[in-house]
């Protein structure tokens, strides 16, 4: 295009170039001039939130259904520094996003001027990269690297804050052809001789586990993964932010492992003698204290980002690159080796984790009081919405309770705060989901304490006809904390009561807010309440289900511990003995 536009008309541009069709922001002084064009002819559809906060949890939930960039915007100032938590979550969870922020006058920046913040430099070591774009000329240049970052290597958030004269002057809209970053290069292809490596010892094994993390979900490798598993008959563990990946009800999967992991897939790791590490990064509440974690294992270690191999853990075979080209390259190797007729034997190994499974299946106590049971509420909110339904969780104990007892039988359709653990993620998360897939079933299962965080954004759903529904699992307590509180600090319960059994009253809250309010608080209304929500789809949904309080998230093990001193209840120590 050769005519003069204002910088705005370029920013618009640049994202319908960019395949932009949804972003999630609020307006304000230094953004403005941007917002003057996406009223006219613009394709893209802007939802007005009510937060700062829950735009880029919106923009992190798209995301993370759709296979897109999420896009979020804010102004200066205040309007920047509320999308530093969404950053921070989306840099930890690997999630695609670019915000967009608008910046005081170039002239102004500096000077502590009105609504100043130097977003670039707050948000550097939570993003991907950071921009700050002061001529008009440099915006598409911008927003073309800022899409590309963001979507490529490694996913993650990045940041391209525009100051107010660069969206106000006068330039052209030139889409780049090629992008020059210097330094930038991910790489895809894996190393050949790493994979035949790895395959050798796939085969030499004895006991090994293929742990998966959320990186097999972020290269979309699920498919790939099955075939790997099925080929090799090896155990399954999925992480918190894999879970899905591959399906619960397969007879090879273990479970989650990590500090609220099954007794199996806890196990499993510990007693390896070889971890097929696959886009997962040995984070701390998988591995407890790092020294004691599967201290008999090799390690493959198998991550587009080369960062984070060798970062908690050394790697025997270290494989950089994409898992959707790793995966199948190792299928690849192991059929070689099994032509060439070696093959690994694990059928020992199966006796002991396979008894693991069946002695310690993931459980939970029904109160004796005939009060209702958290896990009872969230196993039949699965059984019942089904495995094509997402579910988008806070986090505390809900998370862990919606990680363990929903069945997750397909990629993408759970959605948590995994690395950063930010309370108030599960209704704007939930709200970007439905944008995102809005033809699928969005259930934001959430605390009472979460829920008071973020739930504005049920004004948004209601107002641009996002129906999602709300399973608010109310215990009148910040529940993982009194947990702790109740082993660790001889149940002294300082500041964890919410007294949200009173005030306020969520099914009021919910009719406020244009959404259909239900309470449920006996376990014969579980079942009825859960499909007369499922039945409401002209408005979000709020369901009040009054939990009993002092249910716990079994089995655990406690922070800085050994995942040898895994316990499935309180009194209960280690689940398996040096003769395992």
């Not at 613009?42 to 906060?53: K, N, T």
């Not at 940041?159 to 889409?175: H, M, N, R």
């Not at 970007?432 to 304490?449: F, L, Q, S």
């Amino acid at each position: 295009m050769g005519e003069q536009i204002t910088g705005a008309q370029s920013l618009v541009y640049a994202l319908e170039t960019a395949g932009v069709t949804d972003v999630f922001g609020i307006p304000g002084g230094a953004i403005l001039p941007l917002y003057d064009p996406l009223m006219d002819s613009s394709s893209i559809r802007h939802i007005l939130v009510r937060h700062e906060q829950g735009a880029g949890h919106a923009a992190e939930g798209y995301a993370y259904v759709s296979g897109k960039v999420g896009v979020c915007m804010a102004t200066s100032g205040p309007g920047a520094t509320n999308l530093v938590t969404p950053l921070a979550d989306a840099n930890m969870d690997s999630v695609p996003m670019v915000a967009i922020t608008g910046q005081v006058p170039s002239p102004s920046i500096g000077t502590d001027a009105f609504q100043e913040a130097d977003i670039r430099g707050i948000t550097m070591p939570i993003t991907k990269h950071s921009f700050l774009v002061t001529n008009p000329d440099d915006i598409p240049r911008a927003i073309a690297e800022a899409f590309h970052l963001a979507s490529t290597g490694r996913p993650g958030p990045v940041l391209v804050d525009v100051s107010k004269d660069a969206l106000q002057g006068s330039t052209t809209f030139e889409w780049p052809t090629s992008l020059d970053l210097p330094g930038y290069h991910p790489v895809t292809r894996p190393h050949a001789k790493q994979i035949r490596e790895a395959a050798r010892m796939i085969i030499d094994a004895k006991a090994p586990v293929l742990y998966v993390g959320g990186g097999v979900m972020r290269a979309q490798a699920s498919k790939a993964l099955m075939r790997l598993a099925e080929l090799t008959g090896i155990p399954v563990v999925t992480t918190l932010m894999a879970r899905g990946a591959f399906p619960d009800s397969h007879p090879l999967h273990l479970g989650m492992p990590g500090m609220h992991g099954s007794v199996a897939a806890v196990g499993a790791l510990q007693k390896s003698d070889l971890l097929i590490t696959l886009g997962a990064r040995f984070d701390d509440r998988v591995t407890g204290k790092l020294s004691t974690f599967a201290p008999d294992a090799a390690v493959i270690h198998a991550d587009i980002d080369p960062a984070e191999i060798g970062k908690n853990r050394d790697a025997d075979v270290p494989i950089v690159g994409d898992l959707a080209e790793i995966i199948p390259d190792l299928v690849t190797a192991i059929e070689a080796e099994y032509a060439a007729g070696r093959r690994g034997d694990y059928e020992a190994w199966w006796s002991v984790v396979g008894r693991w499974r069946e002695t310690y299946p993931l459980g939970y106590d029904i109160p004796d009081d005939g009060s209702l049971s958290p896990q009872y509420v969230i196993e039949r909110l699965g059984q019942i919405s089904g495995p094509e339904s997402i579910y988008a969780a806070g986090v505390g104990q809900h998370q862990m309770w919606a990680a363990q007892f929903v069945k997750y039988e397909r990629p993408d359709s759970w959605i948590n705060s995994g690395g950063l653990g930010t309370m108030g993620f599960a209704v704007p998360a939930a709200m970007g989901a439905k944008v995102g897939a809005p033809d699928r079933t969005v259930w934001a299962v959430d605390g009472d304490g979460c829920f008071q965080m973020t739930n504005q954004e049920l004004v948004t759903c209601s107002i641009n006809e996002i129906p999602i529904k709300v399973a608010l699992i109310n215990n009148s307590s910040l529940g993982m904390v009194r947990q702790w509180q109740t082993l660790f600090y001889n149940s002294r319960y300082s500041n964890t009561d919410l007294h949200s059994h009173r005030i306020p009253d969520f099914v009021k809250l919910a009719d406020a807010y244009g959404c259909h309010g239900l309470r449920c608080e006996s376990p014969e209304e579980v079942d009825a309440t859960i499909e007369k929500a499922m039945g409401m789809n002209d408005a979000p949904v709020v369901i009040d289900f009054v939990v009993h309080r002092d249910a716990m998230v079994w089995p655990m093990v406690a922070a800085g511990t050994s995942n040898d001193d895994i316990m499935v209840a309180r009194s209960m120590a280690p689940q398996w003995g040096s003769d395992d």
